[in-house]
């Protein structure tokens, strides 16, 4: 094998894709997937690649770190992309701990692993890590971009967690001279996203004629990424990428939530044969998100200029594209809402 990679959060939305891209397109590398499985992580999302011959999955959490030193000599890794977290802001509202637990504490165990079996031999070694612009803060409702520079600002409890685990991968740079890179994207949407998120979640309360709660006025902005353009960046960055920098991911492509929430409605209405306007009345306004940050924006010309990255899709093509997919993979979404795939794992794993 060429390389030993290790991808946390593999199950996961963006993990995923990332999974299926490096398995398809580096048949001589050897994937390794460790995931917790927790109500995020769904195997499902990995079917049709499951068999590859260069992709083993293991099931296990990142705090874990007998079994991260395990991993690190079974499968003699040298990279690692890491994306297991905990990744709902709601859910960071409430249950702040576990945030702090996998996405700080988890993140220094992955670090302390891989430093263990690497150090005095950085060569060919890379920890990459996958975090959020929300890291940044907000930005007034017009003007203004995050750049690599901008002074860290969080304001959830899942953005301060993300904070947290980014400067411990740079401390680890700085410290001991690990080579890592961090990234800080800008909101993902496409298949596979679990439906506590916006876009899947009001994409089936429409076809299930059920409200869609917008936050206050619906007026904070968001700045999607299509998640395989996400993907193609952590590829073009893995190889890519210098040691001890960060790169801003985004498509520049910032959207008022309440007109993002109009156009999904228009969209599922044509695709369902409703009359136009049809879904309308399903849009209500709920009391605010606290701390709700208004708006993020990325400026991801770093990226562009050093290493040539853009994104493929137009938003309406990827809207298109995300809608359709989640009408026909209705038995995906309807294994998740009613709790099918919970019963799965109990029968594989004996439960969460
Ligand atoms: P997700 O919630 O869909 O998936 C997270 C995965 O991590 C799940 O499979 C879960 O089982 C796994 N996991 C959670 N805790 C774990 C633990 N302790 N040990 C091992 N595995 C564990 O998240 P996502 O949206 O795919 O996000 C992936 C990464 O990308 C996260 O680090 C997130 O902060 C970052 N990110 C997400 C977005 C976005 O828009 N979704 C944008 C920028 C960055
Ligand atoms: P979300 O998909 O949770 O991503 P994030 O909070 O990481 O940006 O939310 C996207 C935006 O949509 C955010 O401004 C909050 C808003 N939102 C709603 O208005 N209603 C909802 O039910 C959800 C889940 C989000």
Redesign the pocket.
């Known amino acids: 094998m060429k390389r030993s990679i290790l991808i ?8 995923s894709h990332v999974v299926r891209l490096f398995v398809r397109k580096y048949p001589d590398y050897r994937i390794v997937n ?5 109500y ?3 195997l499902a999302n990995l079917s049709d690649i499951e068999q590859a011959p260069n992709y083993t999955f293991v099931r ?4 874990d770190l007998e079994l991260m030193r395990e991993l690190f000599r079974r499968y003699a890794i040298d990279g690692v992309i890491h ?6 802001v709601d859910r960071s509202i409430h249950d702040p701990f576990t945030f702090a637990r ?1 996405n700080v504490m ?1 993140t220094l165990t992955l670090l302390q692993a891989a430093r263990e079996a690497w150090e005095n031999a950085w060569e060919g070694k890379l920890f990459y890590h ?4 929300e890291v940044y803060g907000a930005l007034p409702a017009s003007g203004g971009l995050f750049s690599e520079t901008t002074r860290y600002d969080p304001h959830s409890p899942y953005s301060a967690s ?1 904070a947290s685990s980014d400067h411990f991968v740079r401390a680890c740079h700085d410290t001991y001279g690990m080579p890592t890179v961090v990234t800080n ?4 949407y496409g298949p596979y ?2 439906p506590e ?1 916006l876009i899947p979640l009001f994409i089936n309360n429409i076809r299930h004629r059920r409200p869609l709660p917008v936050y206050g006025r619906g007026e904070n902005v968001r700045d999607w990424l299509y998640v395989e353009d996400h993907a193609r960046a952590i590829d073009l960055i893995f190889h890519r990428g210098h040691p001890g920098e960060t790169y801003n991911i985004g498509g520049f492509n910032e959207w008022r939530n309440i007109d993002l929430v109009r156009l999904l409605v228009r969209t599922v209405d044509r695709m369902l044969g409703n009359p136009e306007g049809y879904s309308e009345e399903l849009i209500t306004f709920v009391t605010d998100r606290p701390g709700h940050d208004l708006r993020y924006a990325i400026d991801s010309s770093k990226l562009h200029r050093e290493l040539g990255w853009e994104p493929s899709l137009q938003f309406e093509e990827g809207i298109e594209r995300t809608v359709r997919w989640y009408l026909d993979h209705q038995e995906w979404m309807d294994n998740i809402t009613s709790g099918e795939y919970e019963k799965y794992y109990e029968a594989m794993y004996g439960g969460r």
């Open positions: 946390t959060g593999g199950a996961g939305f963006i993990g460790l995931d917790k499985l927790t995020a992580g769904n296990g959490d990142i705090c994306l297991a977290a905990e990744s709902h996998t988890g996958i975090s959020t612009d993300k994207c800008s909101n993902n996203q679990f998120k």
